[in-house]
């Protein structure tokens, strides 16, 4: 038998399965070898698509991207300015600033979590001891707003506004609050400058306070650089009419600040604050504290509510003193009113008020010089002139010219009379019936008097029935009446007996103290009308002189230096043998004064006849030869002018001139 063998079958199984192995390898290989450079090309693709948008983020926008980081991370600054300082005449310092903290919200930087940004505004107002919303606290007196009301207040358009949650908080609060702000986003603690009223009541009516800016000015004031969220203003006396010398110029940084609004580093000072001028005034503080004690005890004395007292320097119309009772606590405004403080302020006499210059009531028998003025310049009386004081006068009535029972009277202080009087003595002894006539005239005699068309021009020649233009707001302008303003104001015509009244510094006739003042100024200065003035001059920081002092001269009234003699004669004899003879009179002092007494009804108290309610009055100045001072005193429903407002214009001439020592425990 004979067996092929084919050469393949020679060859082992398991080399041809090796053989066959290798060709598969091979072959595996290539294929590995494709796959990798495949994979190599994407992934070099890949990176340069990555490093094509790296290039174009880093050089083609990286200066946009640079730019929009800057201003996610840095934000401009307002550096608010120092107020200036408010000084009395010789350099005391009347108004300072302080270093207080403050609490702000930047709504922007809450959480944007309702639920947690409520969580921070109640941890917020339990650390501040203020309330979380006013509605937990309705049926209150004063609830207030709570933390939510003010935040929800923010205008949609100001999310990054701060503001202002609480001011002058306690050190030790504060401190608590600036440990947790790292948990209260959107909270920071700002140290801020306030005022600082060393004096108080003393000061506080000349000086005035600061508030927030109201709602109704906030466009005029954002238009003027202030912040309406946290800048407050001059609302009252010398702190708002010299408000724009004294606020300064904010400055400008650009700040660098973390996610939470809070600052880690100042990047650039733009522009440094520049402090506001500092104000001095004609005040003297040391005069100022006597002039308190001495009115307050004359107010003690005759049982009267409210008064002033105003001291000047009638050669230029410096205000020397200032003081208006009762007064207030401007430091109020500085930590803030209280229920206490506003049921205070609402006394029917109030204590917010200047009544030195906000309030005017009639003047009484010290108008007379101004009558006796207006009479000589216009020759109704010369110096030599005699008129008769029988201790009353009666007018018939016009209709019933023969009817006594229609006729009205009008009596003197004197009731027996003063007899023949000139000028002179007409003043010294401030005879009513004398200057009835003198302004009225007298029909049984045919004597002309000076009418109420003249009395009202030299009235306003003198200052009244306008504002003086002193530098503190709200002044009134008093009233001078005349003959249309009765027809158009009460529809009735202007009478003699209107007349008479209106001599004597009665009826419709009113004015305040400080205009009554600066009209006696005229006297004793011989002539000239000067602007009372409160500022002397403002400085800047440094201490150059900004707006130096220059009397103001309003105009040179036109009376004759002899007849103004012959008034100050008058009022001189009135402190020499007239009446302020008992209460008036210094010791080597030559004082001229006038004293007056004015009945009134008004809304607190009205009397009938002879029981009216009576204001007591005195002006006076000193020497009589060169006067350096002034004073008037006013008190309201004070009684006898003579008997309770001399003593307290006297005692401060005589504190002046060194006779008279004032302390804190008074004369």
């Not at 067996?3 to 393949?8: G, L, T």
């Not at 005022?195 to 009516?205: I, K, T």
């Not at 010398?245 to 000072?269: N, S, Y």
Request: charged share 20%; proline share 6%.
């Amino acid at each position: 038998m004979r067996v092929n063998i084919q050469s393949e079958d020679l060859v082992p199984r398991v080399g041809r399965e090796r053989a066959g192995q290798g060709r598969g390898a091979g072959l595996s290989t290539a294929n590995g070898a494709v796959r990798v450079y495949v994979l190599g090309l994407i992934i070099l693709a890949v990176f340069g698509l990555f490093a094509r948008r790296l290039y174009h983020l880093q050089f083609v926008q990286g200066h946009q991207y640079t730019f929009e980081a800057e201003q996610q991370s840095t934000k401009v600054l307002t550096v608010p300015a120092w107020r200036g300082i408010i000084y009395d005449r010789s350099g005391e310092r009347l108004v300072g600033n302080v270093p207080s903290f403050k609490v702000t919200v930047v709504p922007a930087y809450l959480p944007s979590d309702e639920e947690r940004a409520t969580e921070v505004l109640i941890r917020l107002a339990v650390l501040l001891d203020i309330p979380y919303t006013s509605a937990n606290h309705e049926g209150e007196d004063n609830p207030g707003r709570g933390v939510r009301e003010m935040v929800e207040e923010v205008p949609y358009a100001a999310p990054y506004q701060p503001i202002v949650i609480k001011r002058n908080v306690e050190r030790e609060r504060a401190l608590l609050v600036a440990q947790e702000t790292g948990s209260l986003p959107g909270v920071a603690v700002e140290v801020e400058s306030v005022r600082e009223y060393p004096h108080g009541p003393l000061m506080s009516q000349i000086l005035g306070y600061l508030l927030p800016i109201p709602e109704e000015a906030e466009e005029r004031y954002r238009a003027q650089g202030y912040d309406p969220a946290t800048d407050r203003v001059g609302s009252a006396g010398v702190e708002a009419t010299y408000e724009d010398r004294l606020r300064g110029q904010k400055g400008e940084q650009i700040v660098e600040a973390d996610v939470l609004g809070r600052v880690r580093r100042v990047v650039e000072e733009r522009s440094a604050p520049t402090p506001g001028g500092n104000v001095h005034l004609t005040l003297d503080l040391e005069l100022q504290q006597a002039a308190q004690e001495i009115l307050k005890l004359g107010l003690e004395e005759a049982g009267s509510p409210r008064g002033a007292a105003i001291a000047m320097n009638p050669q230029t119309g410096e205000i020397l003193a200032m003081v208006s009772l009762p007064t207030y606590d401007n430091n109020v405004f500085v930590r803030g009113v209280s229920q206490a403080d506003l049921a205070e302020w609402g006394d029917v006499h109030r204590p917010l008020f200047n009544h030195a210059i906000q309030v005017a009531v009639p003047p009484g028998s010290v108008f007379k010089v101004v009558v006796a003025a207006g009479a000589l310049e216009e020759g109704v009386v010369t110096g030599s002139t005699q008129l008769n004081c029988a201790g009353q006068i009666v007018v018939p009535n016009r209709y019933y010219p023969n009817d006594p029972g229609y006729a009205q009277t009008f009596l003197c202080w004197n009731r027996a009379g003063h007899g023949d009087l000139n000028v002179v003595g007409g003043i010294a002894n401030s005879c009513n019936v004398y200057f009835y006539k003198v302004g009225g005239g007298f029909e049984e005699t045919g004597f002309d008097g000076l009418g109420v068309g003249r009395i009202a021009e030299y009235a306003r020649l003198f200052g009244m029935g306008e504002r003086t233009g002193v530098e503190l707001p709200a002044e009134s302008p008093g009233l001078v009446p005349s003959a249309e303003w009765k027809r158009h104001t009460y529809r009735e015509s202007w009478s003699t007996g209107d007349t008479y009244n209106l001599s004597i510094g009665q009826g419709f006739l009113e004015v305040t103290p400080l205009q009554l003042l600066n009209a006696v100024n005229v006297l004793a200065n011989n002539g000239t009308l000067y602007r009372p003035q409160i500022v002397h001059h403002v400085t800047d920081a440094d201490g150059g002189v900004l707006e130096p002092f220059e009397p103001d001269v309003l105009r040179r009234v036109p009376v004759s230096e002899e007849y103004l003699a012959l008034i100050r004669e008058g009022m001189e004899g009135a402190v020499t043998y007239g009446t302020a003879t008992r209460r008036g009179q210094i010791e080597g002092v030559r004082v001229a004064g006038k004293t007056g007494t004015a009945q009134f009804c008004d809304d607190i108290m009205c009397g009938v006849g002879f029981d009216q309610a009576q204001h007591a009055w005195y002006a006076a100045f000193a020497p009589m030869d060169e006067p350096e001072i002034s004073v008037v005193a006013f008190l309201y429903n004070g009684g006898e002018g003579s008997i309770t407002a001399v003593p307290v214009a006297r005692d401060i001439l005589a504190h002046y001139f060194g006779v008279f020592e004032v302390d804190e425990t008074g004369p």
